[in-house]
């Protein structure tokens, strides 16, 4: 693939550029034949990568209740987490899992010979880190398909300005396109950002965000064990790499980010932020080698002037918050009461959220309590009913705003969203050419370490 650099673009540029190109994507969508499968019409779906998310991504697929689906695919690179998802799905939907040994597909090439197995108009699962999120959907628009891909979907600035290109292309050949930022199919939300925006708590001056309890995933990771390359070992530990994930800082918060920002209708303009790792050792006295800190604070600037404000921390022993908040000239809104959208949310007179305060609770039907089914149905029944559908430039969006307050706290240095747009640092070129036996992106030192952020002192790069 040729490699697209959109070099000095500013923000402004790119927003006056995008309006010009959706109204021409929009006249060629009218030329270009419809890519999808009608409604009478089993819609295959191939996963590729099947770890935890990805499984549960191809098990709200298939509870679409719309129309026949079927999994007739998988890929990964470990066929050990390959046969677990398969087993699991199976398990669970027999009928609706079609996936014989020969197409379940193992290796770092395996994404297309899943694709290779749908048509056009079926749909790709995207699951895998999200460092491989450009090369897989530069696959699935040469195909045809249409796409879910799971969050983040860039790292970085390179790989942001690849994806707003492929986005452009996507929706030019009128393909469907859903990304996992699953708050923004929550009804709650939907709800209160019309409240919002409406006017019922005044202007918004400030937001905040706390992602905050103890580590999860593979937020630390020990030395590298014989019998593993470092390539496969920071794919299966990509939490704890920046490379594959953007950190823990990007998997973990870019919800909260997310929906905070849909909820101001705007998108910060600067960061900076601190952060740092308290503790480096596990509790058996093992140095871990991984490149995150386990404590962010970080402070984003809107164009207006106000401000959002997000704390993250992966330390065991601390108090617990996970939720979110905005203050408005007129009143205060609960966003997320806990969790990364959860119910209910409400709204209130002044600053305080005491009962006899509020103004609104939201109250949801059961059946559209899942805010991970209600992507998958919203999909699904643009796909079915060919309405226009393409997520993948605000997630975007979304994910270099993430990077945006990681690289603040990592350089230690205020940056501006212009600068993380078009800055040159591709943490992992060459990701489309990667077999089992390439090189890793990051290379350890003569003792197994990993570079890891220097605030202050490397200041134009996380590492």
């Known amino acids: 693939m040729n490699e697209t650099t959109i070099k000095s673009t500013s923000r402004r540029e790119?927003?006056?550029n995008t309006g010009r190109i959706a109204a021409t994507s929009a006249f060629m969508v009218a030329a270009v034949p419809r890519m999808y499968a009608g409604q009478s019409n089993t819609i295959k779906v191939a996963l590729v990568g099947c770890g935890g998310r990805g499984t549960g991504a191809a098990d709200n697929a298939l509870s679409v209740k719309n129309g026949p689906m079927k999994l007739v695919a998988m890929a990964d690179v470990f066929e050990n987490r390959l046969n677990s998802s398969y087993n699991n799905l199976k398990k669970g939907r027999a009928d609706q899992v079609d996936v014989p040994r020969d197409r379940r597909f193992v290796g770092f090439d395996a994404y297309k010979q899943a694709m290779d197995c749908l048509g056009p108009g079926d749909v790709a699962i995207f699951a895998t880190p999200p460092a491989f999120r450009w090369v897989h959907f530069t696959y699935a628009i040469k195909k045809g398909l249409n796409v879910f891909m799971e969050k983040p979907v860039t790292v970085d600035g390179p790989t942001s300005r690849r994806m707003f290109k492929l986005a452009k292309e996507a929706t030019a050949k009128n393909?469907?396109?859903g990304v996992g930022l699953m708050s923004r199919h929550s009804r709650a939300?939907?709800?209160?950002?019309?409240?919002?925006q409406d006017g019922e708590i005044g202007d918004i001056i400030l937001q905040r965000g706390y992602r905050m309890h103890?580590?999860?995933?593979?937020?630390s990771s020990p030395p590298k064990p014989p019998g593993i390359s470092d390539l496969l070992y920071?794919?299966?530990r990509f939490h704890s790499f920046i490379w594959a994930s953007g950190g823990n800082f990007?998997?973990?918060?870019?919800?909260?980010i997310d929906h905070l920002c849909w909820m101001k209708n705007a998108w910060p303009i600067k960061a900076q932020a601190?952060?740092?790792?308290?503790?480096?050792?596990?509790?058996?006295?093992i140095t871990y080698v991984d490149q995150n800190f386990d404590t962010y604070s970080v402070e984003y600037t809107y164009a207006d002037g106000s401000k959002f404000f997000l704390d993250g921390r992966c330390i065991e022993g601390c108090k617990h918050i996970y939720s979110s908040a905005a203050h408005g000239s007129e009143g205060m809104a609960i966003v997320s009461k806990s969790g990364d959208c959860g119910m209910p949310s409400s709204?209130?007179?002044?600053?305080?959220?005491?009962?006899?305060?509020?103004?609104?609770q939201s109250k949801v039907k059961p059946d559209e309590r899942n805010p991970y089914q209600n992507e998958w149905n919203d999909l699904m029944d643009a796909i079915r009913s060919d309405k226009p559908y393409n997520e993948t430039e605000s997630g975007v969006q979304t994910s270099l705003v993430t990077s945006l307050g990681r690289m603040a706290a990592h350089t230690g240095q205020e940056i501006t969203y212009d600068e993380i747009l078009n800055c040159d640092h591709e943490m992992a070129p060459g990701l489309d050419k990667l077999t089992m036996d390439s090189p890793a992106p990051l290379k350890p030192d003569a003792d197994g370490r990993y570079p890891v952020p220097q605030p202050g002192i490397i200041k134009k790069r996380e590492y």
């Not at 103890?214 to 937020?219: A, H, K, N, T, V």
């Not at 601190?274 to 509790?283: E, T, V």
């Open 14 to 16: 790119f927003l006056k």
């Open 175 to 177: 393909l469907k396109v």
């Open 189 to 196: 939300l939907e709800e209160l950002f019309k409240r919002i």
């Open 214 to 219: 103890g580590p999860i995933g593979f937020f």
């Open 234 to 236: 920071q794919v299966k």
């Open 250 to 256: 990007s998997d973990f918060n870019i919800h909260i």
């Open 274 to 285: 601190l952060g740092g790792r308290h503790y480096r050792k596990s509790p058996k006295g």
């Open 347 to 360: 709204t209130y007179r002044g600053q305080k959220p005491e009962r006899s305060n509020l103004l609104w």
